[in-house]
């Protein structure tokens, strides 16, 4: 669906619905991105999250433990740290989100599920050091 057929209620809906993964990250993380490619950027804004991420169907929470898990496999430790961020604003408790690392173990192997713990342990260590500002 393009920007032109979206009424702007439907489009503050989407900057919400990244607004509640991103936090305050999400202008970096757009501009990181739109510096590698605007298009790219793009993609990855419009696509992603603004048409897959508005699905119904699942929660928030549970589309980003799933996105955690599919991250792991995927060895993608800066998206991954990302998603972890994105899981605990959408309301996945730290236990929540242990139990979907620990969950990959037996189908990725524990090389890939102990860098994604080191991940979440220094998204945690970051929290803990630094009040949180969001908006």
């Given at each position: 669906m393009t920007d032109e057929r979206r009424d702007e209620g439907e489009k503050e809906e989407h900057v919400s619905a990244r607004r509640a993964i991103f936090g305050a990250q999400e202008?970096?993380?757009l501009s990181r991105l739109a510096a590698l490619?605007?298009?790219?950027?793009?993609y990855v804004r419009?696509?992603?999250y603004?048409?897959?991420?508005?699905?119904p169907g699942l929660d928030l929470k549970t589309k980003e433990l799933i996105?955690?898990?599919l991250l792991v496999s995927l060895g993608s430790p800066?998206?991954?740290?990302?998603h972890l961020r994105g899981a605990l604003r959408a309301g996945a408790s730290e236990?929540?989100?242990r139990e979907a690392l620990l969950l990959c173990a037996p189908y990725l192997g524990f090389p890939r599920v102990v860098a994604a713990f080191s991940q979440l342990q220094a998204l945690l260590e970051a929290q803990q050091k630094t009040p949180t500002r969001e908006g």
């Open positions: 202008e970096r993380i490619d605007p298009d790219l950027m793009a419009d696509f992603a603004d048409t897959v991420y508005e699905r996105a955690c898990a800066t998206e991954l740290r990302t236990r929540e989100v």
